[in-house]
């Protein structure tokens, strides 16, 4: 996938890497955001949006956690893991339709089943969760 430099203002499509970079948990049973970027596009363009993550929970049952990429509140792409205690991957890879020219919020949410501890600790264990966002003209 090409890296584009950032938007300069004058039609340059952009790409953005953001990555987790502090340890985060939630008990939340509905979807509050992990991470959240704005990216600015142009006309014409649809965003490719790769997500990526690796969490673990406090559950000793078997239970459910979900994730899902939003652009402006709209849902792109859901995901889910049947967990226990240990640490477990997944990803979620979308394109949304044609954007308006205009500053778009892209978010990666999660949520927990049970209520249990849903973790991602990046700084103290092998976990981590990214976006990765790129503008595609058409």
Request: include cysteine; hydrophobic fraction near 35%.
């Amino acid at each position: 996938m090409p890296n584009f430099p950032p938007n300069d203002g004058v039609g340059s499509p952009q790409s953005i890497n953001l990555t987790l970079a502090v340890d985060t948990t939630t008990t939340s049973v509905s979807y509050v955001t992990l991470l959240s970027q704005v990216i600015g596009t142009l006309g014409n363009s649809s965003l490719l949006i790769r997500a990526s993550f690796s969490t673990s929970d406090t559950a000793s049952l078997s239970t459910g956690n979900f994730y899902r990429v939003t652009v402006d509140g709209t849902v792109y792409g859901y995901a889910g893991q049947e967990i226990f205690t240990c640490a477990q991957a997944g990803a979620i890879c979308v394109k949304t339709g044609v954007l308006t020219a205009d500053s778009h919020t892209v978010t990666l949410d999660w949520h927990t089943q049970t209520g249990n501890t849903l973790r991602c600790r990046p700084v103290t264990q092998p976990e981590h969760a990214s976006l990765m966002i790129s503008e595609v003209t058409i």
